[in-house]
C-alpha cells in the first residue's frame, strides 16, 4: 500500500507527468537494465532476457508494457482580478462530480512545497437562494471556480495560466478495496512495478513504459511503439466496473473481485486472440482469477501501440475499477493482486 500511496500523491496530469517521471524513474531503476526517457517524456525500462537456463535468444520476443503516468485534470486558464481561476478540463470529467471538491493548484512542476490548497465550485447561487430551475441544471467545466482563499494580486503573483490543478484525496482502505482519486493510472503504474519484481526468469525482452497523455487520445504509447518495435503489446489500465445499484447485469463491463480484467475489445483496439488466449491459458494454470470483459466506449494505450509503425498483436490487462473518473475510484485488492500474477505469470512463458 505504500508504494501505491506515493504514486496516488504524485500529481500528474497530461503534459505534466514530470513529479511522477522522476518517482517511477527511481523506483523501477533496480528492476531494469536500462532506463531513459523518450522526446514527450515516457519512461522506457528495458529489461534484457533472464534465461532459466542457457543462453538468451539473438532475437528474443519483445514485450512492450504500457501504463499511464498521467491523470485526468486541469490546467490553469484564467485567474480573475480577485484572485478567482478557471479551469481548462485535460481528460474526460463527469461534471456532476465536481461540486465542492478540495483541489491542488501546482505552480512548480518539480515542488510540491510550493502547491496550493483550494476549494473547486460552480460559479452561482447556493441552493438557498437558487430557483428551482438553476438547481436542475448541471453546470458545464466553463463554469467551475478555485477559490485558493487569497487575495487576487497574491494569486496573480503565484499563479499562471497553464499550471496544474488536481483533485485532492487520500488513499484509504475501505473494506477489501483502496480507495482514491487517480488509481485510474497508478494501479498499473503499481501492478507494471511489482510484476517486474516478482518476475525471475524470462526469455522475452521487456519493454516497461511508463507514458504520458493517455488521458488525452494515447498519445505517448504510439510514439513508444514506434521507436521500440515491439512484438507483443500490453497495455495495463483501469477498466469500468459498474456491478453497482442502477446498472443492469449485462452492463457491468466487469465485477468487483472477480480477478483481472482481460479487455476483449474496446472503442480503440480489439484484443489479439492468441495474446488473450495465452493470457487465459497462464491463468487456468496458475488458479489466477480472472475475467474477460468488453468495454463499449473509451480505449487504452493498445490503440496506439497495436498500430505505430508496422504494427504489432496488443492486448489490454485491466484492473476492475468501481467510480471511474471521481475521487472515490475503488479497487478490490484481490483484483490488483491477480493482475499483478498475471502479468508476472506471462511474462514467464512468453
Ligand atoms: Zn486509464
Redo the contacts with the bound molecule.
Keep these: 500500500m505504500e508504494l501505491l500511496k506515493e504514486l496516488v500523491e504524485a500529481a500528474a496530469v497530461p503534459g505534466r507527468e514530470h513529479r511522477m517521471r522522476e518517482l517511477v524513474r527511481e523506483r523501477v531503476a533496480s528492476l531494469v537494465d536500462e532506463v531513459r526517457v523518450d522526446a514527450l517524456g515516457s519512461v522506457i525500462a528495458i529489461r534484457k532476457p533472464r534465461p532459466s537456463k542457457g543462453k538468451p535468444a539473438k532475437q528474443p520476443t519483445r514485450v512492450m508494457l504500457a501504463a ?1 503516468m498521467d491523470q485526468i485534470g486541469f490546467l490553469v486558464k484564467y485567474v480573475d482580478e480577485r484572485g478567482f481561476i478557471r479551469l481548462n478540463p485535460v481528460g474526460g470529467f463527469d461534471t456532476r462530480n465536481l461540486f465542492a471538491r478540495l483541489v491542488t493548484v501546482c505552480p512548480d512542476l518539480k515542488d510540491p512545497a510550493k502547491d496550493l490548497p483550494g476549494v473547486l465550485n460552480p460559479a452561482g447561487k447556493p441552493i438557498h437562494i437558487a430557483s428551482d430551475e438553476d438547481r436542475k441544471k448541471v453546470p458545464d467545466i466553463e463554469e467551475f471556480v478555485v477559490d485558493l482563499g487569497l487575495p487576487g494580486d497574491e494569486v496573480r503573483k503565484q499563479v499562471k495560466i497553464g499550471d496544474m490543478v488536481v483533485l485532492r484525496s487520500a488513499l484509504i482502505e475501505v473494506g477489501a478495496t483502496a480507495v482514491s482519486q487517480c488509481l ?2 497508478r494501479v ?1 503504474c503499481w501492478i507494471v512495478l511489482r510484476a517486474l519484481e516478482q518476475l525471475e526468469h524470462h526469455d522475452c525482452e521487456v519493454q516497461a513504459v511508463f507514458t504520458v497523455q ?2 488525452v487520445g494515447l498519445r505517448g504509447a504510439g510514439t513508444a511503439a514506434y521507436e521500440l518495435q515491439p512484438d507483443i503489446g500490453i497495455a495495463v ?2 477498466t469500468l466496473c459498474v456491478d453497482t445499484p442502477g446498472v443492469p447485469n449485462e452492463q457491468r463491463v466487469t465485477e468487483q473481485g472477480a480477478g483481472a480484467g482481460l479487455t476483449v475489445m474496446d472503442s480503440a483496439s480489439i484484443a489479439d486472440v492468441d495474446v488473450l488466449d495465452a493470457f487465459e491459458q497462464v491463468a487456468k494454470k496458475k488458479k489466477i482469477k480472472h475475467q474477460r470483459s468488453i468495454l463499449a466506449r473509451g480505449g ?1 494505450d493498445a490503440g496506439t501501440m497495436q498500430r505505430a509503425g508496422r504494427g504489432r498483436r496488443t492486448m489490454t490487462l485491466s484492473c476492475p475499477t468501481r467510480y471511474i473518473h471521481t475521487v472515490t475510484e475503488m479497487v478490490h485488492l484481490d483484483d490488483l493482486y491477480a493482475c499483478r500474477d498475471l502479468l508476472a505469470g506471462y511474462l514467464e512463458q512468453v
Aim: proline letters at 0%; hydrophobic letters at 10%.
Design positions: 499511464h485510474d493510472n498499473a493517455e488521458e489500465d483501469t487504452t
